[in-house]
């Protein structure tokens, strides 16, 4: 686990409460709320709450959903949150870095609104690590079982990892609802890339199982899933 990575979480979540409260000061403080800076600061405020409602949601609930139907127990809860994060997170945080640069410029964490910017892309690599890690498991148990054939290998590979499949088991986890988004015009969006955005969420939260409990965690994973789906 990167020390930095961690110890930051720690803090990132509670800040999100502070930076809501000082928005909320500064909305306060405007006489005329019909202001462009008074939409905005709202605009902001509900994003906040969006973000702090998600993640009371997934520690209470997802996280303890997750652990029942696996079996284990997750050393450190917020990469939950983390792994759910999504890119389109991006422009928030930067407008707020940003936003108290000017306003706010003593707010003693003002570098984390810049690291808070980055969480969908660490979200992202986490996934990477994820879909390493799957396939490393899904071959080693199948190595286990005496399958050593590469073109077996491949196609029983294939049945597990690829995204219509990782999909379904973000369904069954409730993953997707849960995630922490921006994206616009969601009824829209491709059902490819719904299959995709669902893929990734499982990715990584086998990214944190990697973390946590290493190859045998995540193949332990993959058992679970199958029991959980006869």
């Not at 077996?152 to 922490?180: F, G, S």
Request: hydrophobic content about 40%; aromatic content about 8%; some cysteine.
């Amino acid at each position: 686990m990167n020390l930095k990575l961690k110890s930051n979480l720690s803090r990132v979540f509670q800040e999100l409460s502070e930076i809501s409260d000082i928005l909320k000061e500064d909305l306060l403080n405007i006489s005329d709320k019909t202001s462009k800076k008074s939409k905005k600061l709202n605009k902001w405020l509900d994003m906040l709450n969006n973000f702090l409602l998600k993640h009371e949601n997934i520690q209470l609930n997802l996280k303890t959903s997750l652990e029942k139907k696996f079996s284990i127990k997750f050393k450190n809860s917020d990469l939950i949150t983390l792994a759910l994060f999504r890119p389109s997170t991006k422009n928030i945080f930067t407008e707020l870095s940003m936003y108290f640069q000017e306003e706010h410029p003593n707010f003693l964490n003002i570098e984390h609104l810049g690291y808070m910017s980055n969480l969908g892309d660490i979200a992202e690599g986490l996934a990477l690590l994820g879909d390493r890690a799957l396939d490393l498991a899904v071959t080693h148990t199948l190595w286990e079982k005496g399958i050593t054939d590469k073109g077996i290998i491949t196609k029983e590979k294939e049945k597990v990892v690829e995204n219509p499949n990782l999909a379904k088991y973000c369904d069954d986890l409730d993953l997707y609802y849960n995630r922490i988004h921006m994206e616009k015009n969601v009824n829209n969006t491709k059902p490819e890339t719904i299959i995709d955005i669902k893929a990734t969420l499982v990715e990584a939260i086998i990214g944190i199982i990697y973390l946590e409990k290493e190859v045998q965690g995540v193949i332990n994973f993959l058992k679970k899933i199958k029991e959980n789906q006869v």
